[in-house]
């Protein structure tokens, strides 16, 4: 059964008689009160009080030195609105001192001898009103009256407590302003004026999960958004977030049958990088707003120039990237994958470029992670599959002997969301009438934790159509060893982060050797990226490893120089 809370209260006796505050003493800590506090001189009650801060004032009428009047009167005046409720308890019980004490400010009047149950039940309402009271109290101290939203002092507090629970984990603290505020107020009046903040707040308060975000009102028409659960590091991301937010608050608002089309703008700072406080955040977005409503052009605004030029840029190239493929911007580029007994080229991994008309070859880190998040990946991915199944053909028909060459494919687990994927890979496979054995997929760990709906019957199907899969980035994830049984992997490759372990420390060369044995001892074909140096290759013959790829063996190429490559069919830099 829970506690009482109202039994945390202190309660305190004043009575000049000792016996009457030991019973009382007794009566209370019986009910279960555990703070009781008792004086048989009514002077010590001012600072018995100020010490203890009872809930509730037992008091005796008539006592030495100060009557219970006299009490009453010196709380009043000292602590004013902080007096707690005063409970006459006296054997005195005339009509004349009964209203004496109501009119002195007492809440309540008992008359000696009293009875337990009552005594108790009056304690126990004067308690409960009490709590109600500092409730309120509390609730109009920290939040906003108007929206119910915390009020300043209150979000502050809330943003420092949750920093102190992180170290550097992105946290995003956005002050979001409602423009021309004061002109809806002098022509519609302020009720008007703030049936317009609530609709904003609620507008605010549907864009945002309540678990992870603070949402408060600063002052006025300026409110504070704080976004807990960033997890990528791509500012385009939240930029998106925040012009997405934008566009909903300047829909139309129906404010008293006149149609109200609200703007916005937003300063935004971002934690660790522009403060460690909320104090320090706050001040940063701030001058991120002046900045955005200081410039026509900008709705939001970064605390840091540098990432506001980063964010735009980003914003643009994303722009840009939502043409390439219309505009036939990207190409494919193969990087050899090699035999480690002799150097012999046996597949080729497909990789995507892109040839921007300005900036010229796009780094592929600055535009993937753009095509994942924003969902281009599905047409790129079906193209990328198209192409390359095409560019084999082009060398099955031109080059002899390459029946067996493999073609190695990187899927997106965003690809598996297309519910097409499958077919995909069948057109591209009867368009092109590609050996289905020659077209390897490779799936990150990833793809099998989110476990997609389905994802295990569309890898079986491919299996069964004769396409190879593969496990990429082996090691990186929490289960693999759990993936490679369930799922019909063919190959595995190890990540390259184990590859740089040769020539440290022997325990992480043990850890390679372990994660080849691994591949080796389920029947899987073994392949190590990232290969840079001689050590490298050398360690990884000699324990079992099957293929390589790296650019100590070859970089990605377009088809033309990987064509000079297969007609040599071998590739021995780091053979000799």
């Given at each position: ?190 009720e008007a004026g703030d049936r317009l903040l ?178 281009l990946i599905i047409p790129a991915g079906e ?194």
């Amino acid at each position: 059964m829970a506690s009482n809370p109202l039994l945390s209260y202190t309660i305190l006796v004043v009575d000049d008689e000792p016996t009457n505050t030991k019973v009382l003493d007794k009566i209370l800590s019986k009910a279960g009160y555990t703070s009781v506090v008792t004086t048989n001189d009514s002077r010590e009650t001012l600072a018995l009080v100020e010490r203890h801060r009872p809930g509730v004032v037992l008091l005796d009428l008539n006592m030495p030195h100060i009557d219970g009047f006299g009490v009453l009167r010196q709380l009043k005046s000292q602590l004013e609105d902080s007096c707690p409720p005063v409970v006459f308890l006296t054997a005195q019980g005339d009509q004349s001192s009964r209203l004496q004490a109501l009119q002195g400010g007492a809440r309540d009047f008992l008359t000696k001898p009293f009875d337990r149950a009552e005594l108790l039940v009056r304690i126990e309402n004067m308690l409960a009103l009490r709590q109600g009271e500092e409730e309120r109290l509390r609730f109009y101290s920290q939040y906003d009256n108007l929206t119910g939203l915390p009020n300043r002092d209150y979000s502050i507090r809330l943003l420092d407590d949750n920093l102190a629970n992180r170290q550097d984990e992105p946290v995003a603290v956005l002050l979001l302003a409602l423009q021309r505020f004061d002109r809806i107020n002098q022509s519609l009046g302020h009720e008007a004026g703030d049936r317009l903040l609530c609709a904003f707040k609620d507008r605010i308060l549907k864009m945002f999960p309540q678990r992870q975000t603070i949402i408060g009102r600063i002052e006025g028409a300026r409110f504070l958004i704080v976004m807990l659960g960033l997890e990528a590091a791509h500012f385009s991301n939240l930029a998106d977030r925040l012009q997405h937010l934008l566009d909903d608050l300047h829909l139309p608002m129906q404010i008293d049958d006149v149609e109200f089309r609200p703007t916005a703008h937003i300063g935004a700072s971002l934690f660790p990088k522009d403060g460690r406080n909320a104090r320090e955040l706050l001040a940063s977005a701030d001058t991120a707003l002046t900045r955005a409503r200081s410039q026509t052009d900008l709705a939001y605004a970064f605390a840091d120039a540098a990432t506001d030029a980063q964010v735009r840029e980003q914003i643009q190239l994303e722009t840009e990237l939502h043409r390439a493929l219309e505009r036939e911007e990207f190409f494919l580029v193969f990087q050899p994958q090699v035999a480690l007994t002799d150097g012999r080229i046996v597949g080729l991994e497909a990789l995507l470029r892109w040839n921007h008309p300005t900036r010229g070859v796009v780094p592929p880190g600055q535009f993937i992670p753009l095509l994942e998040e924003t969902g281009l990946i599905i047409p790129a991915g079906e193209w990328i599959i198209d192409q390359a199944c095409a560019q084999a053909r082009v060398w099955l028909d031109t080059l002899p002997g390459q029946s067996a060459l493999r073609i190695a494919i990187n899927l997106s687990p965003r690809q598996f969301q297309s519910n097409n994927l499958l077919e995909q890979v069948k057109n591209a496979i009867k368009r092109y009438h590609i050996p289905p054995h020659q077209l390897e997929l490779e799936v990150t760990e990833s793809l099998l934790i989110e476990d997609f709906p389905g994802t295990h019957q569309l890898l079986s199907q491919l299996d069964t159509m004769g396409v190879r899969i593969a496990l990429d980035d082996f090691g990186t994830g929490y289960s693999a060893l759990t993936y490679l049984q369930a799922f019909p992997f063919h190959a595995m490759k190890v990540d390259r982060s184990f590859v740089s372990t040769v020539g440290g420390s022997r325990k992480s060369e043990a850890l390679l050797r372990a994660i080849v044995q691994i591949g080796k001892s389920l029947e899987l074909e073994v392949v190590a990226e990232g290969i840079e140096t001689k050590p490298q290759f050398d360690f990884l013959r000699n324990h079992g490893c099957d293929l390589a790829q790296g650019f100590g063996l070859a970089k990605p190429q377009p088809p033309a120089e990987i064509e000079a490559l297969l007609k040599n069919g071998y590739i021995k830099t780091l053979l000799s």
